[in-house]
């Protein structure tokens, strides 16, 4: 890319020109993520249009961005955007929590860790969603249900990389604080969590990229609103092109928290080489 | 001459218009898993003194600082500051600077210090005070040593541990490094220990050089060239080459103080060898 406009710049005698081409390279550089998604939604549009596909299978771009329309304009749409976000972020922020809660306690006090761990290792590797039938004879098919179900498995990747990151701080540096006078929760808050920090993002960024997968499976399986009701309904109606606006909303969703977790990296790790730009 | 600059600095000492501390360790012990790693070491520092410990590696030389720092403690034998009647000042130079990565070169300076003011101040005496608001990442190895002179100069300590601290250093920046020090040294009036391999550098800083070997402490001896010492000069090669054929076990007769410069052909495999210490 630097290559096709390197002659550009090197044309120096004339600086607004060495400056459209620093223009223009910026903007490529905003376009160049976007050209094989539109690539493929032309390609759809054309296969569907000509008849390749049947609409059955995939309805045509068009058809369902005017779905998606019709579903904003009633409202429908938001309720359950609301309804899945409202779902996500309160099932994160109780699993999420709770697992740095613990991987602080059992990375910091070697008793927790030996009381928890074997424990937390045998229910880590049952599938959360083979815990559907339980969950629904314990809680019914009500919120409690699938903020349960979500917030176990959004658990264990913030515990794990807790636990890791606390374990993997550098002794020297622990070492060096203590030498010069820090202990207890002043050591813990300049030391060993900043140092534990990276692991913990890491933990994090897993966890919300899990959130929507087990949320859509609990909101299929059990619900009567979100997005995952949505398309569940829609397919009974064969609705094709709703059940496409659902799946499209869980990738959008997808990306925002991938947005979130990386802008919180950007901030909390702008110290670390690996995470400037 | 130079025996007056000494006296000199004597006297400054024995006034306790300075800083620096009286250190006496007694019959010092130090096991790990059953190896001996230090035998009964016997070692007095008088106020404001600057010992050099040299030695191969794994002579025990950096467990007996280590000891001294209180990051260990001893099996047998006792280490005593000063009058005994508080606990000492005592702050540490490692050989990598351990500063904290996600902390400014500043507030790395000002880690455990109760007080705000003088951080600044400490990073202007070794010459970074317009690197205050940077990550260390950013920083050559060579500064971040510079930083870490000054988070341990900045509490004033009455004892400085240098535990090769300038051994990841290029030979320029270490000689410069060696002048910082020597010259923070005789403006503060601290004790200091400092344990290296290269006896060069403990010639050109300390005031006494001890050889620790298997254990025990098998040389202790005064230098007694003024400051600043040339390493050019010939007194200077004269101890270097004594000093370093007793670390080789060489016969000290081709070598001894009263040659002029020794054998020559000695002289080249003393330095060809000299790496390895």
């Given at each position: 890319?630097?290559?096709?406009f390197?002659?550009?710049r090197a044309?120096?005698?004339?600086?607004?020109?060495?400056?459209?081409?620093?223009?223009?390279?910026?903007?490529?550089r905003?376009?160049?993520?976007?050209?094989?998604?539109?690539l493929?939604?032309?390609?759809?549009?054309?296969?569907?249009?000509?008849?390749?596909?049947?609409?059955?299978?995939?309805?045509?771009?068009?058809?369902?961005?005017k779905?998606?329309?019709?579903?904003?304009?009633?409202?429908?749409?938001?309720?359950?955007?609301?309804?899945?976000?409202?779902?996500a972020?309160?099932?994160f922020?109780?699993g999420?929590?709770?697992g740095?809660?613990?991987?602080?306690?059992?990375g910091?006090?070697?008793?927790v860790?030996?009381?928890l761990?074997?424990?937390?290792?045998?229910?880590?590797?049952i599938?959360?969603l083979?815990?559907?039938?339980?969950?629904?004879?314990?809680?019914?098919?009500?919120?409690?249900?699938k903020?349960?179900l979500?917030?176990?498995?959004?658990?264990?990747?913030v515990?794990l990389?807790?636990?890791?990151?606390?374990?993997?701080?550098?002794?020297?540096?622990?070492?060096?604080?203590?030498?010069y006078?820090?202990?207890g929760?002043?050591?813990?808050?300049?030391?060993?969590?900043?140092?534990?920090?990276?692991?913990?993002?890491?933990?994090?960024?897993?966890?919300?990229g899990?959130?929507?997968?087990?949320?859509?499976?609990?909101?299929?399986?059990?619900?009567q609103?979100?997005?995952?009701?949505?398309?569940?309904?829609?397919?009974?109606?064969?609705?094709?092109?709703?059940?496409?606006?659902?799946?499209?909303?869980?990738?959008?969703?997808?990306?925002?928290?991938?947005?979130v977790?990386?802008?919180?990296?950007?901030?909390?790790l702008?110290?670390?080489?690996?995470y400037?730009? | 001459?130079?025996?007056?600059?000494?006296?000199?600095?004597?006297?400054?000492?024995?006034?306790?218009?300075?800083?620096?501390?009286?250190v006496?360790?007694?019959?010092?012990?130090?096991?790990?898993?059953?190896?001996?790693?230090?035998?009964s070491?016997?070692?007095?520092?008088?106020?404001?003194?600057?010992?050099?410990?040299?030695?191969?590696?794994?002579?025990?030389?950096?467990t007996?600082?280590?000891?001294?720092?209180?990051?260990?403690?001893?099996d047998?034998?006792?280490?005593?500051?000063?009058?005994?009647s508080?606990?000492?000042?005592?702050?540490?130079?490692?050989?990598?600077?351990?500063?904290?990565?996600?902390?400014?070169?500043?507030?790395n300076?000002?880690?455990?210090?109760p007080?705000?003011?003088?951080?600044?101040?400490?990073?202007?005496?070794?010459?970074?005070?317009?690197?205050?608001?940077?990550?260390?990442?950013?920083?050559?190895?060579g500064q971040?040593?510079?930083?870490a002179?000054a988070?341990?100069?900045?509490?004033?300590?009455?004892l400085?541990?240098?535990d090769?601290?300038?051994?990841?250093?290029?030979?320029?920046?270490?000689?410069?490094m060696?002048?910082l020090?020597?010259?923070?040294?005789?403006?503060?009036?601290?004790?200091a220990?400092?344990?290296?391999?290269?006896?060069?550098?403990?010639?050109?800083?300390?005031?006494?050089v001890?050889?620790?070997?298997?254990?025990r402490?098998?040389?202790?001896?005064?230098?007694?060239?003024?400051?600043?010492?040339?390493?050019?000069?010939?007194?200077f090669?004269?101890?270097?080459e004594?000093?370093l054929s007793?670390?080789?076990?060489?016969?000290?007769?081709?070598t001894?103080l009263?040659?002029?410069?020794?054998?020559?052909?000695?002289?080249?495999?003393?330095?060809?060898f000299?790496w390895?210490?």
């Open positions: 890319m630097s290559a096709v390197s002659p550009v044309d120096a005698g004339n600086p607004s020109s060495t400056r459209s081409a620093a223009v223009l390279g910026a903007i490529w905003r376009v160049l993520p976007w050209v094989v998604p539109i493929l939604l032309v390609l759809w549009q054309v296969a569907t249009q000509s008849g390749w596909l049947s609409s059955r299978v995939l309805p045509q771009p068009l058809a369902v961005a779905a998606a329309w019709h579903l904003a304009r009633t409202g429908e749409l938001w309720a359950n955007v609301k309804i899945s976000l409202w779902r972020v309160v099932s922020a109780v999420g929590g709770l740095l809660l613990l991987g602080l306690l059992s910091t006090f070697r008793i860790e030996i009381l761990d074997t424990t937390l290792q045998m229910i880590r590797n599938p959360a083979a815990l559907i039938p339980l969950v629904i004879l314990w809680f019914g098919i009500e919120e409690t249900s903020i349960f979500v917030a176990i498995g959004v658990f264990f990747p515990y990389n807790t636990f890791h990151g606390i374990r993997s701080v550098d002794k020297g540096l622990i070492e060096m604080a203590q030498s006078g820090l202990s929760w002043p050591l813990y808050r300049d030391v060993i969590l900043p140092g534990a920090l990276p692991a913990i993002l890491v933990g994090v960024r897993f966890s919300l899990l959130v929507w997968v087990l949320l859509i499976v609990a909101e299929t399986i059990s619900a609103s979100g997005i995952g009701y949505m398309t569940m309904n829609a397919r009974e109606f064969l609705q094709t092109d709703v059940v496409l606006v659902g799946i499209l909303l869980y990738a959008l969703l997808g990306k925002l928290a991938d947005v977790s990386r802008l919180l990296e950007r901030y909390w702008r110290w670390h080489p690996g400037r730009h | 001459m130079q025996s007056n600059a000494i006296e000199q600095r004597h006297v400054d000492a024995a006034t306790g218009a300075r800083r620096g501390l009286r006496a360790i007694e019959g010092v012990s130090k096991s790990f898993d059953g190896r001996e790693v230090l035998k070491i016997d070692l007095a520092m008088a106020p404001g003194e600057f010992v050099a410990i040299v030695g191969r590696s794994g002579c025990g030389k950096s007996l600082l280590r000891l001294i720092a209180a990051l260990e403690t001893a047998r034998g006792r280490i005593a500051f000063g009058d005994g508080r606990p000492p000042q005592t702050r540490i130079m490692f050989q990598d600077s351990r500063l904290l990565p996600w902390k400014r070169v500043l507030d300076v000002r880690l455990g210090l007080r705000k003011n003088g951080a600044l101040q400490a990073l202007q005496q070794v010459g970074l005070a317009e690197r205050a608001r940077e990550w260390p990442a950013v920083l050559s190895g971040r040593q510079r930083v002179l988070r341990a100069l900045v509490h004033d300590p009455e400085l541990l240098l090769e601290p300038l051994g990841a250093l290029d030979a320029l920046t270490r000689i410069e060696q002048q020090i020597e010259s923070l040294w005789q403006a503060r009036g601290f004790t220990l400092l344990v290296t391999h290269d006896v060069q550098e403990a010639i050109a800083l300390a005031d006494r001890v050889l620790i070997e298997e254990g402490i098998t040389l202790d001896e005064r230098i007694e060239l003024a400051r600043p010492r040339t390493r050019g000069s010939l007194a090669a004269r101890l270097e004594h000093i007793r670390v080789l076990k060489q016969s000290p007769s081709a001894s009263d040659s002029a410069l020794g054998d020559v052909s000695l002289l080249k495999t003393v330095n060809q000299a390895a210490i």
